[in-house]
């Protein structure tokens, strides 16, 4: 099946340091790729959408300016959490869409668990 | 506005005793159905899928669900759990048109021994 990795899988950054988490799609290619948040206990918030070459399109409330996206090749998309607080601290998950019609189903990396101290 | 409602935020069962967590959603469209698995620490593992067709499906592990619209709902169901299914399962559709997922807040089984 179509494989997704993450890197780093744990990273303990300190405050007001920016921390870049890599997204591979390691046996396919993908059109889309999408960046979830999750807090303890629960569900996955969507973050952004990316497609390859252009611009990631950030859901309500999330700050471009904060997480930055960079979906360069058709297997490689990057988060950055610019000048991260505490607060950003939470388990990050990367997802690609192989491409294909709506209802195409994602695939998850392991996700990235972001600690700032 | 779509919506994923997970009632059970935890079920608790004993090991080889059948487990059903329940899904429904709301939707003005026709959708698309998951069911995701994730073990602690862990990103979400596919268990199944609806697409169309025959509304029971089978899954990995073990797993099955069944699609009934009329009460747009998606159970899981497996006959007996072992202990290694602890884990938490979410509930997502993807509806007609559209290409984000839409999640449930999720239910964490507990296998009991």
């Known amino acids: 099946g179509a494989v997704v990795s993450q890197h780093p899988s744990w990273v303990i950054c300190k405050s007001g340091t920016s921390v870049k988490i890599e997204c591979r799609s390691l046996?396919?290619?993908?059109?889309?790729m999408f960046w979830y948040r999750q807090f303890p206990k629960q569900s996955l918030m969507l973050m952004a959408t990316?497609?390859?070459?252009?611009?990631?399109?950030?859901e309500q409330g999330v700050e471009k300016d904060k997480f930055l996206i960079n979906h360069a090749s058709l297997t490689l998309s990057t988060l950055t959490v610019t000048s991260a607080h505490p607060e950003d601290s939470s388990f990050y998950i990367c997802?690609?869409?192989?491409?294909?019609?709506?209802?195409?189903?994602?695939?998850f990396g392991p996700g990235t668990r972001l600690t700032v101290l | 506005a779509q919506s994923v409602t997970q009632l059970d935020s935890q079920v608790p069962v004993f090991e080889e005793a059948p487990v059903e967590l329940r899904c429904n959603y709301s939707?003005?469209?026709?959708?698309?159905l998951f069911w995701y698995v994730q073990y602690p620490n862990q990103g979400l593992q596919l268990l199944l899928k609806?697409?169309?067709?025959?509304?029971l499906v089978k899954g990995i592990n073990g797993f099955e669900a069944e699609f009934n619209k009329s009460q747009t709902s998606f159970h899981l169901r497996k006959p007996s759990v072992h202990i290694s299914d602890t884990a938490e399962y979410f509930c997502?559709?993807?509806?007609?048109?559209?290409?984000?997922?839409?999640f449930g807040t999720g239910t964490r089984l507990k296998v009991l021994a």
């Open positions: 997802s690609a869409r192989e491409g294909g019609g709506a209802g195409h189903e994602q695939f």
């Open positions: 046996d396919f290619q993908a059109t889309t």
């Open positions: 990316s497609n390859e070459g252009s611009k990631a399109t950030y």
């Open positions: 939707s003005s469209v026709s959708v698309y």
């Open positions: 609806y697409l169309s067709g025959s509304t």
């Open positions: 997502a559709v993807i509806p007609s048109g559209t290409y984000k997922y839409i």
